[in-house]
């Protein structure tokens, strides 16, 4: 059964710069470490990790939203497509991406929930600071309540894509991280 993540991460940057960061291709991979095929346009392709991952663009509010189709290679075939989305929130001389990955394949689900933090978290905060990695520096956090507008959004969006009557979404989360 399909399950999803949410979580959150701060930064020591405006929101602007992360939105940018993510939708340039050139930045997105100087901090992942891997090229990346993305532009901020709906019905765009967006491959990354040498095509691990692929999707498509689904909608962009510019400097506050991403929403796209995401696929890991890793996922059985008949493994609907998630959808991830991310918003982006300015908390005085920081900033906060609050991401909803929806209908993730619990065979992968652990490896994706920890990817986050390995894959982007960590290496943006990194490329960020220009120096040695303060995990303090980071908080990932599980609000609910901070997220649930973005559930209800990819709900519709989902219901506008298959027209079949949305189905509440699991709000399971993975378990704490240790460092």
């Not at 959004?153 to 378990?175: A, I």
């Amino acid at each position: 059964m399909p399950r999803n993540v949410i979580l959150a991460a701060s930064f020591p940057a405006t929101a602007d710069r992360l939105f940018d960061m993510y939708l340039d291709p050139q930045a997105h991979a100087a901090f992942t470490g891997a090229p990346v095929t993305i532009e901020p346009r709906p019905g765009t392709p967006f491959r990354a990790f040498d095509g691990m991952l692929t999707g498509t663009m689904l909608h962009v509010e510019p400097k506050r939203l991403i929403v796209q189709t995401w696929r890991s290679a890793n996922w059985p075939a008949e493994a609907m497509d998630a959808v991830l989305t991310f918003s982006f929130w300015q908390e005085g001389d920081a900033a906060r991406i609050e991401l909803v990955h929806v209908n993730v394949p619990d065979e992968d689900f652990a490896g994706v929930s920890q990817g986050w933090e390995k894959y982007y978290w960590k290496p943006w905060l990194a490329h960020l600071s220009e120096c040695p990695l303060d995990l303090r520096k980071v908080a990932v956090a599980h609000d609910i309540t901070a997220v649930s507008r973005l559930i209800t959004f990819v709900e519709d969006l989902l219901y506008e894509h298959s027209h079949e009557p949305p189905q509440r979404l699991s709000t399971e989360r993975p378990g704490k991280q240790s460092c």
